[in-house]
């Protein structure tokens, strides 16, 4: 918790429509030099993206009525160097949507993608 009382991180899960489990399954998991575990819990088929034990999670899954960039975007950490994540977003069939943007205080970088289904997301790194 924080001196507030709230919690030290704000994000703990995200989910991601798409349109095609499995093919949202295979960009992601291209993109990210990572598989993707396609799993159903309760009714749904989803995708899980792999998660350290304290680190924040979060799934694909088929939903084509919110795929196509009407859901929150989210930024995932990227392999680095970021320029070769973003070559491999445009290989597996997204889009990159921005030039490489600069945080300040060295804090990192990122860009603004688009999967296959028109979903933005932003690639980060540290580096």
Known sequence: ??????????????????????????????????????????????????VAKDGVGGHLYPNAELAGGKASLVHLMSPSPLEEALG???????????????????????AYCSDPDGNQFGLFTRD
Do not use: H
């Open 1 to 50: 918790m924080s001196m507030n009382g709230g919690p030290q991180n704000a994000a703990v899960w995200f989910e991601i429509p798409v349109r095609d489990l499995k093919k949202g399954a295979g960009f992601y998991g291209n993109v990210l030099k990572s598989d993707l575990k396609i799993e159903t819990m309760g009714p749904n088929d989803m995708a899980l993206f792999p």
């Open 88 to 110: 491999r977003v445009s290989e597996a069939g997204g889009k990159v949507d921005s030039e490489i943007i600069s945080l300040p205080d060295d804090v990192g970088r990122f």
